[in-house]
């Protein structure tokens, strides 16, 4: 099945510097997804990315899917402490029936 | 968007026992998802639970292990039976919206 790598698996960073984690896969990508797990929390969807080369922003956030659709990053501007936590990105299939399987993850750390 | 709740939310359980795990959908939902979270870890498929029919397990995680139950289209169970303390994990059940994946706030189990 499909698998996905991300690196880094831990950043630690100074409030207010930027972060970038990347999702890379050996395969040509459906889409792939975005989550964002707080310490002590569940995954929360943050976004979908579908199109080769789609850039889409969410405010501090920029998700990034590859031409090739083989890669994605989701970088953050100017961290806060509020975005602590573990980011993965997920593959799945086209539709709400399909399965979603996470990539390891990075865990970002923000130092006030 | 989805509401998930889950029954119980954290359990310490000897070994050799087994634990059932509930999860509700505020909506009927045609597939639901049972994931295991390692301390640590990125988050693990075990199964896929539509209703009307069998579970379908991912490789390394079998039914007579992890029996799921899928009664109706807003209900699911998972039971970890014959537990050891490597069993020790997060168990979420997820469903899908659309693109989004929504997740339970999770059951946390501690084998001893």
């Known amino acids: 099945g499909q698998q996905v790598m991300q690196i880094p698996q831990y950043q630690h960073v100074q409030e207010g510097e930027d972060f970038t984690t990347y999702c890379n896969s050996s395969?040509?990508?459906?889409?792939i997804q975005w989550y964002k797990q707080r310490p002590g929390g569940h995954p929360v969807f943050l976004i979908q990315?579908?199109?080769?080369?789609e850039v889409k922003k969410q405010k501090r956030l920029t998700f990034q899917f590859g031409e090739a659709k083989k890669n994605s990053s989701l970088h953050i501007t100017a961290t806060q402490t509020t975005d602590v936590g573990t980011y993965f990105c997920a593959v799945t299939g086209k539709t709400s029936y399909d399965k979603v399987i996470f990539g390891p993850g990075t865990s970002l750390s923000v130092i006030p | 968007s989805a509401v998930i709740s889950q029954k119980p939310s954290r359990d310490i359980c000897q070994r050799g026992t087994s634990l059932t795990i509930q999860c509700q959908v505020d909506s009927q939902v045609t597939m639901m998802f049972w994931y295991r979270q390692q301390p640590g870890q990125s988050l693990t498929l075990i199964a896929t639970?539509?209703?009307?029919?069998?579970?379908?397990?991912e490789s390394g995680f079998v039914i007579d292990k992890f029996p799921i139950s899928r009664p109706n289209l807003t209900f699911s169970t998972l039971t970890v039976s014959n537990m050891s303390p490597e069993d020790s994990s997060i168990y979420l059940c997820s469903v899908g919206r659309g693109a989004e994946q929504y997740f339970g706030p999770g059951t946390r189990l501690t084998v001893t």
């Open positions: 395969t040509t990508l459906s889409n």
């Open positions: 639970a539509n209703q009307g029919s069998e579970a379908t397990y």
């Open positions: 990315l579908v199109k080769s080369g």
